[in-house]
Antibody, heavy 122, light 108 residues
Framework: QLQLQESGPGLVKPSETLSLNCSVS??????????WGWLRQSPGKGLEWIGT???????WYNSSLSSRATISVDTSKDHLSLQVRSVTAADAGVYYC??????????????WGRGTLVTVSS | EIVLTQSPGTLSLSPGERATLSCRAS???????LAWYQQKPGQPPRLLIK???KRATGIPDRFSGSGSGTDFTLTLSRLEPEDFAVYYC?????????FGPGTRVDVK
């Protein structure tokens, strides 16, 4: 059964870089042709799509982050990563990794991690 | 960017009643590229409906989705106690993918 688990520091200082990982278990990323996404949720902005990466490394981003986000995938370790540079208080929230449904490239998200809370404060 | 508007903001109903939730898109969603999710406190969103009307795996048939173009509806035919939650629509027709602000279904 596919499971996703986010991890990373819960507290980041303003102007620094937020780095999060998402461990994938129950499927080998090397052998699965999946699209993986990062999303976040905050009281002010609601649910927001950050970006999506294909298992081969091709990625698509939400321009609202002004090119501050980078998503990468390491199929040998079965995990994906997210970096958001120059964070501000507006980047605080719960961050999720999720899988796009298999039958529709970059379709709905059917499997979600439990999320990790990120606070931005000095 | 495609903006999704959900109505009503809050729906107060009793168990056993029917719930009708609306999602309107600012642009036509090709191929019915709309999904519905349910979210409870402290949990991630749970996929209910994809492709506007297809139930996701394991979703009870009291949940149904309909609509096309810019107007979509999620119907809960008979509310069970576990259905009181927040519901979001999500468009994946065009990037950036976007979500609606949610409809809260609470106990009357």
């Amino acid at each position: 059964q596919l499971q996703l688990q986010e991890s990373g520091p819960g507290l980041v200082k303003p102007s620094e870089t937020l780095s999060l990982n998402c461990s994938v278990s129950g499927v080998s990323m090397t052998n699965s042709f999946n699209y993986w996404g990062w999303l976040r949720q905050s009281p002010g902005k609601g649910l927001e799509w950050i970006g999506t990466i294909y298992y081969n490394g091709n990625a698509w981003y939400n321009s609202s982050l002004s090119s501050r986000a980078t998503i990468s995938v390491d199929t040998s370790k079965d995990h994906l990563s997210l970096q958001v540079r120059s964070v501000t208080a507006a980047d605080a929230g719960v961050y999720y990794c999720a899988r796009h449904v298999v039958e529709t490239p970059m379709g709905a998200f059917d499997i979600w991690g439990r999320g990790t809370l990120v606070t931005v404060s000095s | 960017e495609i903006v999704l508007t959900q109505s009503p903001g809050t729906l107060s109903l009793s168990p056993g009643e029917r719930a009708t939730l609306s999602c309107r898109a600012s642009q036509n969603l090709s191929r019915g590229s709309l999904a519905w999710y349910q979210q409870k406190p402290g949990q991630p969103p749970r996929l209910l409906i994809k492709g506007a009307s297809k139930r996701a795996t394991g979703i009870p048939d009291r949940f149904s989705g309909s609509g096309s173009g810019t107007d979509f509806t999620l119907t809960l035919s008979r509310l069970e106690p576990e259905d009181f939650a927040v519901y979001y629509c999500h468009q994946y027709a065009r990037t950036p993918y976007t979500f609606g602000p949610g409809t809260r279904v609470d106990v009357k």
